[in-house]
């Protein structure tokens, strides 16, 4: 049974930082894209940042670049975002997802695409 579990997820003040981790269990993280997207109430889950088998190659929102590090561990099994200079509009859910995609073709930004997803963790951030 596949599972992605987020943690790191909090209240944290304008211009603050968060990592969050999304720690997977049956599956080989190595054989997937990890991304990680978020959704604010009312909107749809909105790409944030993916990255490829061998952290090689990484994706951002346009919104996040320069801002938010996408990371990943193998070894762990393990996906992190450190999220910097945070913003009150990056206030969400962030889940994480699996993609199961050829490394040589760049990730999908669209959630449909992925084939596993975490549970997500809340990040607010206050003004």
């Known amino acids: 049974q596949v599972q992605l579990v987020e943690s790191g997820g909090g209240l944290v003040q304008a211009g603050g930082s968060l990592r969050l981790s999304c720690a997977a269990s049956?599956?080989?993280?190595?054989?997937?894209?990890m991304g990680w997207f978020r959704q604010a109430p009312g909107t749809e889950r909105e790409f944030r940042a993916a990255?490829?088998?061998?952290?090689?190659?990484?994706y951002y929102g346009e919104s996040v670049k320069g801002r938010f590090t996408i990371s990943r561990d193998n070894g762990k099994n393990t996906v992190y975002l450190q999220m910097n200079s945070l913003k009150p509009e990056d206030t969400a859910v962030y889940s994480c997802?699996?993609?199961?995609?050829?490394?040589?073709?760049?990730?999908?930004?669209?959630?449909?695409?992925?084939?596993?997803w975490g549970q997500g963790t809340q990040v607010t951030v206050s003004s």
């Open positions: 049956g599956l080989n993280v190595s054989n997937y894209y």
């Open positions: 990255i490829n088998w061998n952290g090689g190659s990484r």
């Open positions: 997802a699996a993609e199961n995609r050829s490394p040589y073709l760049p990730p999908h930004r669209r959630d449909s695409e992925y084939d596993y």
